[in-house]
Structure formats: C-alpha cells, structure tokens
C-alpha cells in the first residue's frame, strides 16, 4: 500500500505528489487519460507543438510559485498579447490607448484619452463595468462602445448566456488598460517552459517514490463508505488527494455541476504564420472566440508550417464524456458543490486540490499555489 493516493497528474496532483516524495513518502498517482500534465498536456503536429485542452500561458504574481516551477525545468520570459477583430480592424485586447487610437478619429481618441487620464492613473487598470457606470458621459459612452464590441457577444458565446449572470470576476479578468500596455497579463512574472509543459510534469513525477498509473480511472480502485476510504476493498488510512471533478467522486448524487466545454479545432497550414499574434479573439460575428497560433507560445519560428486552434463554446454534458474546462460561478451552483463538499468532509484524510475539486476559475499558477498551501496545512495536521 502507498502512504499517499493522489488522483489526476495536473499541476494540482502533481505538486502534491512531489511534494509528499520529497517527504519520503511512497505515493501513487492515478490519472485516467493515458498521459500525464492535466489539461497542460502538449502534443505535436508535423513538429510543431500544441496544446491539446487550449492554449496555456504561464503567469504570476507570486514569487514563491516561480521558484517552485523553475526548479523543474527551464523557461524563457514569454510576454502574452492578444489582438481582437473589432469592427473589421485587429486591435490590443485588453483595449488600450492604441486600440482607442485605430478604431476612433484622431480628435474622438483625444477626448477619450485626455478624459481617462482625469479620472484615472496612467498605466492603470480598469473595469469594464466601472467605466460603463462612470459619472463622466464621455466616459459612459466609450465603455458602453468597448462593453458592446468586446465583451457583450464574447461572454453570450463563452458561457451561453446574458452577460448580466457571469459573475464580475471573470469579465474583470480582462480590463481596460489606461496608457499603452499591450500585454494580456500584467503579472511580474511572464514564462513558457522551453522545452515544453510535459517536461515539468515528467521533473515534478521523477521519483523513486512516485508510481503513475495511467489511464486508470480512480473510481474503479476507491470506494468511500461511511467516513472510511477503501483501496481495491481494504481499508486506506492515508491521505487521498482528489484533484477530479467532485460530483463525478459522488456518483453525481445530487445533480451534475455545471460546467463549459469546448470543442478545440485544431489545424495545421501550410505557411508560416496565420495571424499578426499568438492569439486573436472574435468577440462578435465568429462562432468561435479565439485562435491561437501555438509557434508564438513555443517559439519555434524555425519550423515549416504552422498549427492553429479554433476554439467553439459548448454546454457541458458529462453523460457525453465532454470535458468540464470551465466552472460556471453562481450562487445556484456554488450551493450545490457545498453539498458535495460538505460529503466530502464525512472522510477527513480526503484532500480536495485544484480546479475541478474545488470548482474555481484557477489560472495554473493559482492551483500550484494552492497546493503548496494545502500541503502545509497537511503537514501541520
Ligand atoms: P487538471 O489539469 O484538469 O488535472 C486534473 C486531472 O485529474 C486530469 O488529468 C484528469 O484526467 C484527472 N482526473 C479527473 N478525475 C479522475 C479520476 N476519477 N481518476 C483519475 N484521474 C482523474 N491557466 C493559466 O495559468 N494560463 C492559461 O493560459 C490557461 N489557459 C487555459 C485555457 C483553457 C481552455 C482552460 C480550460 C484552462 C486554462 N488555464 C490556464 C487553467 C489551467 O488549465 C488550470 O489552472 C490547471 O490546468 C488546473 O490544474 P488541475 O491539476 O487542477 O486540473
Ligand atoms: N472576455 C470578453 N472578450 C474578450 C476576452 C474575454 O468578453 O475578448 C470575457 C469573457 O467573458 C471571458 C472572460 O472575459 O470568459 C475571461 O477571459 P479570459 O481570456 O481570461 O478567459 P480564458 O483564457 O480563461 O478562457
């Protein structure tokens, strides 16, 4: 028996993982796709690298989770920008001043420029929705334009429903930029593994300690009854650290969680780049929302060819073998993962770590952060 069962091998049950070895304790992880690195998992096309669950661009503030990750592999400073097709003309998303300067006349951009700039600091960052509720009209009307051009249809497209129901913290994850920073993120700490994602899970797993079993869906080994956690039916008194989705750990028992799915179109052309950006968003006429060009992300400017994604929203349904991508915040659905939690707290050496388990909107650096945490207070038990 290990000390430790871990399931999936995304960053969240990989950090853990590792971290548990370094404790010199045996660990077994299981991962029912047939590879590890969670939806950071990365194949080829003719040579070319590309991320299979959707493009993945790695950023933080924190600087304990860049030298964390830094100690399994190596990176290249990677600053992410976006351009989005507003009006038939590509423009800086997050808008900014340079994207107020394409799309308005020279004496509109002016106004616009000089009237944000009174209310707010150069090279601050705005919300959509403060802008659109100013005092100021002039700055009413620019938000109402920007609200309307980027966001309105973007987010109907994404989450299938009024922008008015998606919860304000994830329209803010994109602002309004005062001033000209082109970059998506403004985190201090901007990098893409050089040799890839699957490398830092290869690193993160390589350990005499660490056993990974692939395409093993950990349903099949664990049984949860009456606050105790059996291994293929004996009794397992260490921690299990549950990185899945959490109504598919309680058989769905009080409904399915709702989530967004994609249907990623991938392609590969027979020319050297497509497109001006890794990414260019379609909030308007498009079914899709983005395409990435992945040679940007990996720097592999030398290959032939190229691979693009297209990304179509899709509503989530587990009884289709789709996969959960994106957690629909509400009060609805917060209250029902709370039944599922307060299940899950029937059995105590049951850990819940990362995006699916804890139903969260977590960027990658937020999940390894998290599990640092976590493992903390593990070990402070
Ligand atoms: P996952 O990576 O989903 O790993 C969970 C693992 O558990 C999976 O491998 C799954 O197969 C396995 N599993 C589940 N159930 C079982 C079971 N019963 N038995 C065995 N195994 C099981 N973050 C960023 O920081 N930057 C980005 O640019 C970015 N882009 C994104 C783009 C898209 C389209 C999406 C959907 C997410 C993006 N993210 C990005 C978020 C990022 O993917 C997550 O924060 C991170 O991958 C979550 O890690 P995790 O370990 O919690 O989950
Ligand atoms: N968003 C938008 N228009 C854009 C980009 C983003 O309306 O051009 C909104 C949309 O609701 C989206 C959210 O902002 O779901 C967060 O965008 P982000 O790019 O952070 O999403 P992710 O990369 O996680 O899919």
């Not at 299990?240 to 179109?265: C, E, M, N, Q």
Request: glycine share 6%; proline share 3%; aromatic share 16%.
């Amino acid at each position: 028996m290990p000390d430790v069962i871990v399931v999936g091998a995304g960053f969240a049950g990989s950090v853990m993982a590792r971290l548990f070895a370094d404790d010199q304790k045996r660990v077994l992880v299981l991962e029912k796709r047939n590879h590890i690195g969670g939806n950071c998992y990365e194949e080829k096309m003719n040579g070319i690298r590309y991320h299979l669950y959707g493009p993945h661009i790695f950023h933080t503030k924190s600087e304990l989770v860049k030298d964390f990750v830094r100690g399994y592999g190596d990176w290249y400073f990677y600053e992410h920008r976006v351009l989005g097709k507003i009006d038939g003309r590509l423009v800086p998303i997050p808008f900014n001043f340079q994207s107020i300067e394409i799309l308005f006349s020279k004496e509109k951009a002016e106004e616009i420029k000089s009237r944000l700039l009174a209310y707010y600091e150069m090279d601050s960052k705005v919300s959509i929705m403060d802008l659109k509720n100013s005092e100021d009209a002039v700055l009413r009307e620019f938000g109402e334009y920007v609200f309307d051009r980027v966001f309105l249809h973007y987010t109907a497209k994404q989450w299938n429903t009024d922008i008015s129901n998606v919860d304000t913290s994830v329209i803010n994850r994109v602002p309004v930029v005062i001033g000209y920073d082109d970059r998506y993120f403004s985190d201090a700490y901007q990098m893409m593994p050089k040799n890839g994602y699957n490398q830092i899970f290869e690193n993160l797993l390589q350990s005499p300690l660490i056993t990974v079993q692939l395409g093993v869906d950990a349903k099949e080994r664990l049984q949860f009854r009456n606050g105790k956690i059996y291994y293929q039916g004996k009794e397992f008194l260490g921690h299990v650290i549950y990185t899945g989705a959490l109504d598919a750990l309680f058989d769905y028992h009080y409904g399915a969680l709702p989530y967004r799915s994609l249907d990623l179109k991938f392609t590969y052309l027979d020319m050297n780049y497509y497109q001006p950006s890794a990414v260019v968003n379609y909030p308007n006429e498009e079914d899709f929302t983005r395409i990435t060009e992945f040679k940007y992300l990996s720097r592999e400017h030398f290959q032939k060819g190229t691979v693009i994604l297209k990304e179509y929203p899709l509503t989530y349904d587990y009884q289709k073998k789709m996969i959960p991508y994106y957690a629909i915040l509400n009060d609805q659905n917060l209250a029902l993962y709370q039944k599922y939690e307060q299940e899950a707290k029937k059995y105590p050496q049951l850990i819940l770590c990362g995006r699916l388990a804890e139903y969260k909107y977590y960027d990658m650096d937020a999940v390894i952060l998290r599990a640092l945490t976590m493992y903390e207070q593990i070990e402070g038990m």
